[in-house]
């Protein structure tokens, strides 16, 4: 693998919110069935267009596909918030897809929120290491098949957030972020956690983030987002709005 980061990333632009959504639902079907040396291990995001891709997920026709039995389902960042917090990402994604697939319970990794942020991000590394099966990450063996991610107006991706020490953490795989523009405790991937896969997936829609997507995209040092890399390939997944700062996509 060669690796990518944002600014070598393949950028494709579809019609809207909806195609971007139907287009990372075919691609995770291809990329899961494909998959034949151990399960297929990805990390989700919350936010609109994901809303929009587990209803996809959960139809029938798209759910009897898909091989959950295989599959491994991990968060790349929620709120340190219980459960059923009206603003917890699991919620919202178990509610949407996970109640409705053939998904075993064991396989179904929400990040905790029993003990304080700090605690329970290393709680949820130690789950991350069971099944990767060390406590390293280690070059040319991806802990990820996919990692899905968001952008905030901010440029924050995950729970990475501007000016927060996460931004700096090089050994962990989990940390604890307290945003100083955003609600509640956050435990998140960090960077070197996202790295260790064989894609990450910006999923990206609206005229409000062209301009903000044109940054990360230039590579502007102060926007978290523009920091991510990949073992494998980043792909950004845009609509057109989203697409219209960028001149050379």
Known sequence: M?????????????????????????????????????????ALSGGSTPKRLFKIMAEPEYA??????????????DRHV???????????TDELLLEHVDLPTEN???????????????WYQNALQDLYGSHHLIPGKP???VVMLGMGPDGH???????????????????????DNAPHDRVSLTYPA?????????????????????????GEEALPAAH?????????LVDKAAAGGLSND
């Open 143 to 145: 802990l990820f098949d």
């Open 64 to 77: 009897s596909r898909f091989p959950w039995r295989h599959t491994h389902v991990f968060f790349g960042d």
């Open 108 to 122: 179904v990794h929400p990040i905790p929120a029993d003990g304080t942020a700090a605690q329970d991000a290393v």
């Open 194 to 218: 996202i790295h260790s896969s064989h894609a990450v997936v910006f999923l990206i829609e609206g005229a409000g983030k062209a301009e903000m997507l044109a940054r990360v995209r230039a």
């Open 82 to 92: 219980p459960f059923t917090h009206e603003d917890s990402n699991f919620r919202m």
């Open 2 to 42: 060669s690796g990518h980061d944002v600014t070598s990333a393949r950028v494709v632009i579809l019609e809207d919110g909806e195609a971007v959504a139907r287009k990372m639902a075919q691609w995770l079907l291809d990329q899961a069935l494909a998959k034949k040396d151990g399960p297929f291990v990805m």
């Open 228 to 236: 991510i890399t990949s073992e494998g390939e980043v792909v950004f």
């Open 157 to 179: 991706t995950a729970s990475l957030f501007p000016r927060q020490p996460i931004l700096q953490e090089r050994d962990k795989w989990v940390a604890a972020c307290t945003p």
